[in-house]
């Protein structure tokens, strides 16, 4: 079917619409600017520029949805047992017999989570903006990706999310993938790493010694210092978007070989 002149031109202006809110992202990435700054003045710019594509809409509206903000209080037993609201435990994924993990944070803020235990194997840390899709914002898949994600989680024992985005969003947009079969169903329930500070530290990971993580990421601006033997580098998924990329299947190999050499080190 041969699009009409009206419907190229659309598809036109939603392209560069996608470019530029990527451009965007890769701003706020590499120069650390907070969210606020900028994301509720690219939902309105791109929100009134693309009144027919209502999927494109919906992710720009969903990129600063308000998140619920509930509260829910719990209380402490003499004996010091604190039973969590359901709630709590579906969203950490807990089961009974598990244990939580709290971490207090250098902003005074605890940090609740599933605990983890050693395993004394590689934990994988993977980057999402640029890494596995292209932005926040648009949310491209990068090629390969459903195929990448099975692999590693065939290589490593435990996978964790490093990125800069809230986990929160993280949730929403992993979801988005899973629901479009770019991501397999575990991807909307990796563990994520609390992290402050200008770079992502390998120690900020639960139960692993930086020795034992691994980092996938795309700048070397985020790589702690001392640990850059840690890190496998991915060229940034930027525009133009196509499906030559073969960046996850060259870091594949390369976490393969680490695999290897961990195992008979």
């Avoid at 494109?56 to 037993?77: I, N």
Wanted: proline fraction near 7%.
């Amino acid at each position: 079917m041969i699009p009409t002149p009206e419907q190229a031109e659309i598809f036109r202006r939603n392209t560069e619409l996608s470019e530029l809110a990527d451009q965007v992202a890769q701003l706020m990435k590499h120069h650390r600017l907070t969210e606020d700054e900028v994301t509720h003045v690219v939902r309105d710019v791109l929100v009134a520029m693309t009144p027919r594509d209502e999927s494109f809409v919906d992710r720009v509206k969903s990129m600063t949805r308000p998140t619920a903000g509930r509260t829910w209080q719990a209380t402490l037993t003499p004996t010091g047992g604190v039973t969590l609201p359901s709630e709590i435990r579906q969203h950490l994924g807990l089961l009974p017999g598990d244990s939580v993990a709290l971490q207090v944070q250098t902003d005074g803020t605890t940090v609740v989570r599933k605990a983890v235990p050693k395993t004394g194997q590689l934990v994988l840390a993977l980057d999402l903006e640029a890494t596995l899709i292209s932005s926040a914002v648009s949310q491209f898949p990068r090629p390969m990706l459903f195929e990448f994600l099975e692999h590693c989680r065939a290589l490593f024992a435990r996978i964790v999310m490093f990125t800069t985005i809230r986990e929160e969003r993280f949730r929403v947009i992993a979801k988005t993938l899973v629901d479009e079969g770019s991501a397999p169903s575990w991807f909307q329930q990796l563990e994520c790493v609390a992290w402050t500070g200008p770079t992502k530290d390998l120690r900020f990971i639960p139960n692993c010694a930086p020795e034992d993580a691994v980092l996938v990421d795309d700048l070397a601006s985020y790589v702690h210092p001392g640990q850059e033997e840690r890190w496998v580098q991915v060229e940034p998924f930027e525009p133009p978007f196509n499906g030559s990329d073969r960046a996850l299947e060259k870091v594949l190999d390369e976490l393969e070989e680490r695999v290897r050499r961990q195992s008979h080190s």
